[in-house]
């Protein structure tokens, strides 16, 4: 069956998705800032297994690079976030509208990226909040844009690898008049 809907409304969808994952992350993590002690405090939400612990983290994902100078981290990681939103973007326009899985991915990595640059640019940093643990193993904090981003990423993937049947089809020449 194939999607009728026009290109602008996909278009307007996936945009209404970025900006929803950026509203989101804007204001969970200016809640965070209010709500939670002060950094490295905790508020246990799953005894053993989830807190919301604030973190200011001057880093790349996962804390990589934050004991290096703040300064030139905060520099480079913007401009490898507005080359990066400019290839999402790029791609986005490319990419058939109608490709929900690719088109999804890429909405949800354009705003989680956003978010996360916005804050570098503001703050000098990222708010990371969410703390998932069990025992002595503790996953790094992070964000509604670092999950939108590994949602989206997890879509990409998805979709290059299980395209649908009626996509692969669409996608082939015509049958020769030979076969």
Do not use: C
Request: glycine share 8%.
């Amino acid at each position: 069956m194939k999607n009728r809907w026009p290109v602008r409304t996909h278009r307007f969808i996936h945009a209404l998705v970025a900006a929803t994952i950026l509203a989101l992350d804007v204001w969970t993590k200016e809640l965070a800032e209010v709500a939670l002690p002060a950094a490295g405090g905790s508020r246990g939400l799953i005894d053993g297994f989830l807190s919301l612990t604030l973190v200011h983290n001057t880093g790349a994902a996962f804390g990589l690079f934050a004991s290096s100078d703040p300064r030139s981290t905060t520099r480079i990681l913007n401009l490898v976030a507005v080359v990066a939103l400019g290839i999402v973007a790029y791609y986005s326009f490319r990419a058939p509208a109608g490709r929900f899985r690719l088109q999804a991915g890429l909405s949800l990595i354009f705003g989680g990226a956003l978010g996360n640059l916005l804050d570098r640019a503001l703050r000098g940093y990222v708010v990371d909040f969410v703390e998932v643990y069990y025992r002595t193993f503790h996953w790094p904090n992070f964000n509604v844009a670092d999950s939108a981003i590994t949602v989206g990423v997890t879509l990409l993937m998805i979709d290059s690898f299980f395209g649908t049947f009626d996509e692969s089809r669409e996608n082939d020449p015509a049958p020769s008049a030979h076969s």
